[in-house]
């Protein structure tokens, strides 16, 4: 190495102050609420081969480890020799490496002069690509075709140059054209402005110093990875975890986890997992990889920034043609759910190794809801699309409880705010809290899920749901209880209260229709019996735990005064 | 005065000669108002100044700052509308980017726990209309939960109450009948923007600090009266403004920012005396740096910031930070990564050198074994600094883990700060459509003129200012900070589909509000400044840019072309593009209401002792140099006008060093302050 230790941590800050403003300034800019409101997008710098030198630290996982592979595709499919200064390069091609046709990415390769040394990548999850429904989001989906345009590798621009064919193509085939413009302006602004900050890296240290430390950051950070895996004792660990079932049925998939840990090596196999569904619950290989490098990245190394090196250690075996390594043209649409059990799976099987660092399952799964119609012609008409994710709680740790109401595992995307979502789309909310009693019970407690209720004031409004862990609990850990499942229900309490299958397709909604999405809770960890009573207590005070739920679970009286 | 959390700092400025006395006390933790009495009773027998005679005090404190950061402010309760009391807990429910990995950490707790989180119902739609009534039962019944617990203050905050705040003001009025001991801030009272989450948070900071610094305050006056003061009190706020108790007492979260802004005013005052108005703040302290961008002397604003993870929407400085001061500490990690904060250690035990059991290396044991600081005059003689401690700590913690010597190790870690700090200057400059190059830098606090000459030779910017006093900076701009007072209004409106009447009456309203509070602050009418902002964006973006307007006489003149056009050129400089087709919003209407104080004369500096060569040479690792060297020290109070010192060379005073690079000059202007001029080009001024 002959780039130097202090030259290689100013390049390793300054590359990451690029891959995370990159996405504060498309969050800025874009016209989604899904981006501006809830961030569902994320940046990544690679080098050249297409590994990720530097990740947006606010970026999602499940986003930024797929892109290596969709990316190293693209440039397969388009040809390394013919990317030119001012190119930038698309594809939402899942088969290749990526997720779900809304995921969108946008690639600048980044030259000195003539020679290729980067790529600027932004991977957004678009409002609506196509397909069968507004949001592009239906479990019935049962095939890739139904699910919106598959963009395949294509050059959006050409040497600076916006292609008005492809352009045309793909605004032509979505729902939305002056959001998916606003928002694509928005993902290639932001690959310009990493363009011109890595020109002046590059001119300011030399190419020859920038690559070197792109190098070394990889390098580094596989050594960190290796060292504390290095420490997890050796052997294989299994575990299984299943999804509520594919939107074509309600038969149970399963993913099933076996990990080999041998010195610093790591072998996760999930080549037992059930066969490719019939409707949307499927993945790639690289979507499925990418949950397991955030289970093992987050109990092995959570303190360093992540890069290609983190993720070298471990291989993921996957089989074409099952859930985790879909064919074409299998649908890819719920991959999220899918990649969170994979997550849950992979951390149940780790807990054998790594001890008090794995935690208990969260809520698991991506509590897809999307809502569509027309606004009533006061407001002003128009037709109107929205995505609420319903899903959220934290899994108990070995010294804390879980958080309530928060996202958790590989993505991150957050809420509308009520009064922005109300005032953008026809929904009235009645509630939107914490629920009690859905954590499982533990020494320490499984976080609460929580209930986002609204009526839909429109005509001919849609609901469809993609979601998971309606069937089955989010498990424990060392014996604390599951979490409670989630709950999806029309007009609850009343004479029309319809209760909703975590898949449902495209369904009317009469005028007026309470939309209940309630989350699952997370497990607990340790047995309940060993909680401490003032925590028992607190709970209650805080209605965190009804009555009822200290007294079955933790042997307590109602009275919080006793 | 600038009451801090370790220190309290009074100044008092003769506003006929512009002669400026400090006093420094350490804080007695029982009662914070004696310390400040105690300060100013010292400090005017010390300067044979009467009571009587003192004009106005500015009065600075994080005295709410400290209460959030350390939870010890108020036992708070929390009202909202039923079925939405966990607004604040769930926040924005995607995790904070330092959480996303890190699976064991938790947010910190809010303010209110969930017991004291008390739903009524109640409902105005989007419309602003009211969809459900107030129910009393409900209210009632938070009420006895309030008394019960022996609440202090609560804070209301409903859905849409920005656009019509009727069940926030009947809770208001029921609460404070009930309970007339009780703070109660209502959100549409102190923010009426929309987004439920950052109204909600910025309210609950509000009544969490609202008893503890009512208390100080009214502690404060009694024992100013005790002084025989007479004269008006006022509070800088996070604006870089002041306004009277009574104002700040309204919403107690306008100080929370203020600890580094009154640095940023003084600043821009003192610069901006001397001919440079175009600025860039870099103020290193003990454990951050803090950088702010000044134009035209006006610094820029912002909105909203995050304390512990909860957003605060209040106007303040854009002051950006990061973790990069004289203790933060220097290390390198596993795999030989270096990295420098945010962790610090403070004053106490602080940098090895200080030798007072600091046992980690900090940027100041690097800045003392380059011989940038003078181990026996550090902060005036009275802190010896132990260079050896600081060479055992450097070799063991940073040079042998990476195999290098500790000139090497040494000479890099300063480059990876200066790198950082200049990477953090990018922020408020660059990445916001602006070019370092065309500004000033100006460096205060102990670490700034250390760092300042390396900054701008890596960011390309040709001048830098050292300002007399560089310690008592924040105290002298609080003490010269105009009043200060934004007024908000959302709209949410697409522009054309505005009517510029509409307009105008908000307009107006907003008007009688600033005229009211600069009436009771007894500003005279040729002292205030008033400025109309539209908040704009595209229809259907989120993030808004504050677009200046001229008046109500523009908008029906030209029905907002002009200030739509600014717009479409704000938006392409910011964010490099702009659509002039696409459709604006009209999110908000601002008025900046300012009432100037006038300024206090500037002593001019008289050559006393001319004694322009230096006092002394030391070794030194220049920054930049591979190698020590014999450099020339000056001392800063002997530098008169006229003289031009070349570098390098070192230039010392009690509170800090200046570097001076090779290639650069440096002098005094007739403020004394201290200018570095362009590298090869000298200075002039």
Not at chain 1, 282 to 307: F, L
Request: with cysteine; glycine share 12%.
């Amino acid at each position: 190495m002959t780039v130097d230790a202090f030259s290689l941590a100013v390049l390793h800050g300054s590359l990451i102050a690029i891959a995370r403003d990159m996405k504060i300034m498309t969050m800025r800019t874009a016209y989604t609420q899904l981006w501006k409101e809830q961030g569902d997008l994320s940046c990544c710098l690679m080098n050249e081969d297409g590994e990720i030198i530097a990740q947006d630290p606010n970026g999602f996982p499940i986003h930024v480890t797929t892109m290596p592979l969709q990316l190293q595709g693209t440039i397969d499919a388009i040809g390394l020799d013919s990317l030119r200064p001012g190119d930038v390069l698309a594809t939402n091609d899942p088969f290749i490496g990526g997720t779900h046709l809304p995921d969108v990415l946008i690639a600048r390769p980044v030259f000195l002069e003539d020679e290729l040394y980067a790529f600027a990548c932004n991977r957004g999850h678009w409002a609506d690509i196509g397909g069968m429904g507004p949001g592009s989001y239906s479990p019935a989906t049962t095939d890739i075709h139904q699910e919106g345009i598959f963009i395949p590798p294509v050059k959006l621009f050409r040497a600076g140059h916006p292609d008005p064919g492809v352009f045309e193509m793909i605004m032509s085939n979505i729902r939305n054209r002056s959001t998916g413009l606003g928002d694509l302006r928005a993902q290639y602004a932001s690959c310009e402005t990493a363009q011109r900050r890595l020109h002046a890296l590059a001119s300011r240290y030399g190419l020859g110093t920038l690559r070197e430390a792109m190098t070394e950051i990889i390098t580094r950070s596989e050594w960190m990875t290796r060292a504390r895996i290095a420490e997890f004792p050796d052997g294989t660990y299994r575990a299984r975890d299943c999804l509520d079932g594919d939107g074509q049925s309600s038969r149970q998939t399963w993913i099933d986890v076996r990990i080999d840990i041998r010195g610093s090596d790591m072998v996760v196999d999930l080549t037992g997992s059930s066969e490719q569904s019939a409707g949307g619950m499927n993945c790639s290989h690289s979507a499925a990889a990418s949950a397991v490098h955030y289970a093992i990245k987050s109990i092995s190394d959570p303190e360093n920034p992540p890069n290609a090196g983190s993720y070298r250690p471990v291989i993921v075996r996957t089989r074409p043609g099952t859930l985790v390594d879909a064919r074409k043209p299998a649908s890819m649409v719920g991959f999220g759910d899918v990649c969170y059990r994979v997550l849950d799976a992979t951390m149940t099987a780790l807990a054998g190794a790594v001890g008090d660092r794995a935690i208990a399952s969260g809520s698991g799964s991506t509590g897809t809801a999307v809502i569509a119609g027309r606004r009533p012609r006061e407001d002003g008409g128009g037709s109107f699309t929205t995505l609420e994710l319903s899903s959220g709680a934290y899994g108990a740790r070995a010294v804390r409880d879980g958080m309530n109401a928060i996202r958790y595992g590989p993505g991150n995307a957050g809420h509308i705010p009520i009064e922005a979502d109300e005032m953008e789309n026809p929904l009235f909310f009645e509630a939107y809290e914490i629920v009690p009693d859905t954590g499982g019970a533990g020494r320490f407690r499984g976080g609460n899920g929580f209930v986002r209720a609204f009526r839909v004031e429109a005509d001919g409004a849609r609901l469809c749901l993609c979601a998971d862990r309606h069937e089955t609990q989010p498990p424990g850990l060392c014996g604390g209880r599951p979490g409670a499942v989630a709950r999806y229900v029309l007009d609850p309490g009343s004479e029309r209260e319809r209760v909703l299958g975590s898949k449902t397709p495209y369904l009317d909604l009469a005028p007026g229709t309470l939309v209940h999405l309630q989350s699952a809770g997370g497990g607990g960890y340790g047995n309940p019996g060993d909680r401490d009573p003032v925590r028992v207590a607190q709970d209650l005070k805080d209605g965190y735990i009804t009555g009822r739920r200290a007294r079955e679970d933790y042997g307590r009286s109602a009275d919080p005064e006793e | 005065m600038d009451v801090g959390g370790t220190f309290t700092d009074v100044v008092l400025v003769n506003n006929t000669t512009g002669d400026v006395s400090v006093s420094k006390v350490l804080n007695r933790h029982d009662d914070r108002a004696e310390t400040v009495a105690e300060a100013i009773r010292g400090l005017l027998e010390r300067m044979n100044v009467a009571a009587g005679e003192v004009g106005w005090i500015s009065h600075g404190t994080t005295i709410a700052t400290n209460a959030v950061l350390e939870r010890k402010g108020a036992k708070t309760a929390l009202i909202t509308n039923r079925n939405f009391r966990d607004i604040l807990e769930i926040g924005r429910f995607a995790r904070p980017a330092e959480l996303i990995y890190r699976i064991h950490q938790d947010k910190p707790r809010p303010l209110v726990p969930r017991r004291l989180r008390l739903g009524v119902a109640c409902r105005v739609d989007r419309r602003g209309d009211v969809h459900a009534d107030l129910d009393t039962p409900d209210l009632e019944s938070a009420i006895a939960v309030i008394a019960d617990e022996e609440v202090e203050s609560v804070a209301v905050c409903f859905l849409f109450s920005f656009l019509n705040p009727v069940h926030e003001e009947q809770v208001g009025e029921r609460l404070r009948a009930a309970l007339p001991r009780l703070e109660v801030v209502l959100s549409s009272e102190i923010l009426r923007e929309f987004r439920e989450f950052p109204r909600t948070s910025t309210t609950v900071f509000a009544a969490y600090v609202a008893p503890v610094l009512r208390t100080y305050i009214s502690a404060l006056l009694i024992r100013l009266a005790e002084c025989g003061i007479t004269c008006p009190l006022y509070v800088f706020q996070s604006s870089g403004g002041v306004a009277t108790p009574g104002i700040v007492m309204r919403n107690p979260a306008l100080t929370m920012l203020s600890g580094p802004a009154g640095a940023v005013v003084g600043a821009a005052e003192i610069c901006g005396r001397a001919g440079y108005r175009d600025l860039i703040t870099m103020d290193i302290g003990g454990t951050s740096l803090d950088t702010c961008l000044v134009r035209d002397s006006v610094a820029e604003t912002a909105t909203t910031r995050e304390i512990d993870m909860f957003p605060v929407a209040v106007p303040m400085l854009d002051i950006h930070t990061i973790g990069a001061g004289g203790g933060s500490v220097v290390r390198v990690d596993q795999v030989g990564g270096v990295r420098i904060g945010p962790e610090s250690m403070g004053a106490r035990p602080g940098p090895a050198c200080y030798g007072l059991g600091g046992d980690r290396a900090t940027l100041t044991d690097i800045n003392l074994l380059m011989g940038l600081i003078d181990p026996d005059g550090f902060a005036g003689g009275e802190v010896q600094l132990d260079r050896s401690r600081a060479e055992a700590v450097v070799r063991r913690e940073v040079a042998a883990p990476l195999d290098v010597d500790i000139s090497t190790a040494v000479a890099g870690v300063f480059r990876v700060a200066t790198s950082q700090i200049a990477e953090a200057i990018g922020t408020v400059t660059t990445e916001r459509g602006s070019d370092p190059r065309d500004y000033t830098l100006v460096a205060f606090g102990g670490g700034g003129p250390l760092h300042a000459a390396a900054v701008a030779r890596e960011l390309g910017i040709g001048r830098i200012v050292v300002p007399r006093h560089p310690g008592l900076f924040s105290a002298r701009g609080i003490a010269t900070a105009d009043f200060a007072h934004v007024y908000v209004q959302s709209v949410l409106r697409p522009v054309a589909d505005t009517h510029p009447d509409t307009v105008l009456a908000v307009m107006e309203t907003l008007l009688q509000r600033a005229v009211a509070d600069l009436d009771a602050e007894g500003i005279p009418g040729e002292s205030r400044e008033l400025s109309h902002l539209f908040d704009l964006r595209y229809v259907g973006q989120t993030t808004e840019i504050p677009v200046p307007v001229q008046g109500g006489a523009e908008l029906v003149r030209d029905g907002f072309r002009s200030v739509t056009a600014r717009f479409h050129r704000l938006h392409e400089r910011l964010y490099s593009y702009s659509v002039p087709e696409e459709p604006v919003e009209l999110v908000n209407l601002r008025l900046h209401a300012v009432g100037r104080v006038g300024t206090l004369p500037l002593p001019v500096t008289e050559s006393t002792e001319a004694g322009a060569g230096p006092v002394g040479e030391r070794a030194a690792l220049m920054p930049g140099d591979a190698a020590m060297r014999s450099v020339p020290v000056y001392q800063r109070a002997r530098l008169v006008p006229d003289v031009v010192i070349t570098g390098p060379a070192l230039v010392e005073e009690a509170s800090s060093t200046t570097v001076v690079l090779e290639g650069m000059t440096a002098g005094v202007d007739s403020f004394g302050n201290l200018i570095l001029g362009p590298d090869g080009k000298g200075w002039n001024l």
